[in-house]
């Protein structure tokens, strides 16, 4: 059985290849929805105070608090499929814990795309709200991201795919990433 990470700055790919993982019925755990269940208890609305409760789960409970959440559902996923996929990895704490529990069963793989590419993609996305909208700037969020330790976190990949062509391109890497694992990428 195999847990592959996802790691990658906003816009490079790392919902797709959720997405990709979906369709060929591998499950997906996604890091933040412990986080908007985390909300929802607190009785704060996830579409507003997603990041603050992010912020306050790792200071009261430490920087792997999410992951550490994470665990039990990425082991129910386990008893019945050979390979769960996890996206919203930040940080090179959450890769240690992830480590930790699943030994060599664990892949992480970073997902790269250049800026210019990731800020096309997130603009056609239109999910986010602009600068000029009151939203954040790609360069602010990749410093976000960066600050949480995700910059370490890429660098403790086990492989990286490089999203610089078409989306099937794309998609096909992550087929075969899922179907004949990440010895396939090297």
Known sequence: MTVIGVVGLPGSGKS???EVAREMGVPVVTMGDVIR???RERG?????????????LREENGPGAIA?????????????????????????????????AFGDA????EISAPFDVRAE??????RDASVEEGG????????????FGMGEAME???????????????????????????????
């Open 44 to 56: 704060l609305d996830p579409a507003t105070d997603h990041g603050t409760v992010a912020k306050a």
């Open 16 to 18: 797709e290849a959720a």
């Open 37 to 39: 269940a985390e909300c």
């Open 121 to 126: 993609r997130l603009d056609l996305r239109g």
């Open 68 to 100: 550490e959440r994470s665990l039990p559902i990425i082991e129910d996923e386990r008893a019945g499929h050979d390979t769960v996929l996890v996206d919203g990895i930040r940080s090179d704490v959450e890769v240690g814990a992830f480590r930790d």
């Open 106 to 109: 664990f892949v992480l793989v």
């Open 156 to 186: 403790m990949a086990d492989v990286t795919i490089e999203n610089t062509d078409s989306l099937s391109a794309f998609q096909r890497r992550i087929q075969t990433l899922l179907e004949e694992g990440v010895e396939a990428q090297s």
């Open 136 to 147: 954040e700037s790609l360069e602010d969020r990749d410093e976000r991201e960066l600050g």
